[in-house]
Nanobody, 126 residues
Framework: QVQLVESGGGLVQTGGSLRLSCAAS????????MGWFRQAPGKEREFVAA?????????YYADSVKGRFTISRDNAKNTLSLQMNSLKPEDTAVYYC??????????????????WGRGTQVTVSS
C-alpha cells in the first residue's frame, strides 16, 4: 500500500524559509514522477513543482515559485523535499505531495497523479 506523509509545515514570517518533506512507503521515489501541489483557502489546488524520473531531466516549477523553491529527492531515505525560501503571504496553503507512474505527459497536471498525501499547512504572515 502506497503512503505519502508530508511534514515540515508551520508558521513563518514573510521572507522566511521552510523545508517540507514527504516520506514515501510502498513505492520507490526514484522510479516514479513526484510533485508538490498546494491549495490556498477558497482556491483550487495548483501545481508547485515536480520531478520526473527520466534520466537527465530537470525539475519543473510553477512560475510563481521559480527561483524561490527547490524540489529534491533523497533516494537513500526514499523522500521528496521542497525547500521554500523568500516566502510570501500568497504562499500560504496546504501543501500536498503526490506521485504518479513515470513517462506520462503533463507533469503539472494533478489529474495524472495516483497517490496523494494528506497535506501540511504552511502559513506565511505579513
Amino acid at each position: 500500500q502506497v503512503q505519502l506523509v508530508e511534514s515540515g509545515g508551520g508558521l513563518v514570517q514573510t521572507g522566511g524559509s521552510l523545508r517540507l518533506s514527504c516520506a514515501a512507503s510502498g513505492l520507490i521515489v526514484s522510479t516514479v514522477d513526484m510533485g508538490w501541489f498546494r491549495q490556498a483557502p477558497g482556491k483550487e489546488r495548483e501545481f508547485v513543482a515536480a520531478y520526473t524520473r527520466r534520466f537527465g531531466s530537470s525539475p519543473y516549477y510553477a512560475d510563481s515559485v521559480k527561483g524561490r523553491f527547490t524540489i529534491s529527492r533523497d533516494n537513500a531515505k526514499n523522500t521528496l523535499s521542497l525547500q521554500m525560501n523568500s516566502l510570501k503571504p500568497e504562499d500560504t496553503a496546504v501543501y500536498y505531495c503526490a506521485a504518479r507512474p513515470s513517462g506520462l505527459p503533463g507533469l503539472p497536471d494533478q489529474s495524472t497523479y495516483d497517490y496523494w498525501g494528506r497535506g501540511t499547512q504552511v502559513t506565511v504572515s505579513s
